[in-house]
């Protein structure tokens, strides 16, 4: 079983989003780990408090740098994994029957069979290796180019 992965190509404003994040909790980590130390002998419940704070802010830190460094799709086996670092959703690539890239829009749109759809958030220069890596899984995905002209 051959594994590929696509990297996630995020916006610029959702780069941003992101960093903000993981700067965020990673400052409320510090000022939270600068409290515990200020008040370890003096104020028992403030350390403990701050040292909860401090462990609950690392968490969401993690899980936005993993995201921004590991966000992917994977196709292994039958299944499709969208990736947000620690944390991904798991696919059947079945129940997908049609990609559809929008060239105006530079898109590329996954369509399942239970009439919901997806943005692929992959590079332009990975759409037709993306297909490719599904349609050996299910023959009967289907890719379409609808142009600017076309809308």
Do not use: W
């Not at 990297?7 to 409290?35: G, K, M, Q, R």
């Not at 104020?43 to 403990?48: A, G, N, Q, S």
């Not at 994977?74 to 049609?98: E, H, M, N, P």
């Amino acid at each position: 079983m051959k594994i590929k992965k696509f990297p996630f190509e995020y916006s610029a404003p959702v780069i941003t989003l992101i960093i903000a994040t993981a700067l965020l909790f990673a400052a409320a980590a510090a000022v939270n780990v600068y409290d515990a130390v200020k008040f370890y002998q003096t104020e028992t419940p403030r350390f403990v408090f701050a040292v909860a704070v401090a462990t609950l802010s690392v968490v969401p830190f993690i899980l936005a740098v993993s995201a921004l460094l590991y966000g992917r799709y994977v196709v292994c086996g039958k299944f499709l994994y969208c990736r947000f670092g620690l944390i991904f959703f798991k696919t059947d690539i079945a129940t997908i029957f049609q990609l559809t890239e929008f060239k105006a829009q530079n898109k590329l749109v996954m369509y399942f069979k239970d009439e919901k759809y997806s943005v692929a958030v992959i590079n332009e220069k990975y759409y037709r290796d993306f297909y490719a890596a599904l349609k050996e899984v299910n023959h009967e995905i289907t890719y379409t180019i609808i142009s600017a002209e076309e809308r």
